[in-house]
């Protein structure tokens, strides 16, 4: 079982940067694929990144593609998510989730056993 907690968001103006972090708790961090989620008010959950268990392996939604990039340290039991030239758009509760059912991330909320308490992200304009 690992428990997740985010940190790192914030307010902040459209085309400006956010870094979110997501630690992780326990010693098999390295055997769960992590995913970034978000949940704008009123809507679904939905995936914006992905990342294998080794960190070499990388997805992202189509809306944040080249402006988002994750990445991990296996070290630190931590999962990132640098978000670049950010949009009001992009408002939204961002969560951090972990699965060890395969190697790679995956996209469906359901594939994902373990989330964070998430952590809100709002872009002004």
């Known amino acids: 079982q690992v428990q997740l907690v985010e940190s790192g968001g914030g307010l902040v103006q459209a085309g400006g940067s956010l870094r979110l972090s997501c630690a992780a708790s326990?010693?098999?961090?390295?055997?769960?694929?992590m995913g970034w989620f978000r949940q704008a008010a009123g809507k679904e959950r939905e995936f914006v990144a992905g990342?294998?268990?080794?960190?070499?392996?990388?997805g992202y939604a189509d809306s944040v593609k080249g402006r988002f990039t994750i990445s991990r340290d296996n070290a630190k039991n931590t999962v990132y998510l640098q978000m670049d030239s950010l949009k009001p758009e992009d408002t939204a509760v961002y969560y951090c989730?972990?699965?060890?059912?395969?190697?790679?991330?995956?996209?469906?909320?359901?594939?994902?056993?373990?989330w964070g308490q998430g952590t809100q992200v709002t872009v002004s304009s």
């Open positions: 989730a972990a699965q060890n059912k395969g190697a790679t991330w995956a996209i469906p909320t359901y594939a994902y056993d373990y």
């Open positions: 326990g010693r098999t961090f390295s055997s769960y694929a």
């Open positions: 990342i294998n268990r080794r960190g070499y392996s990388t």
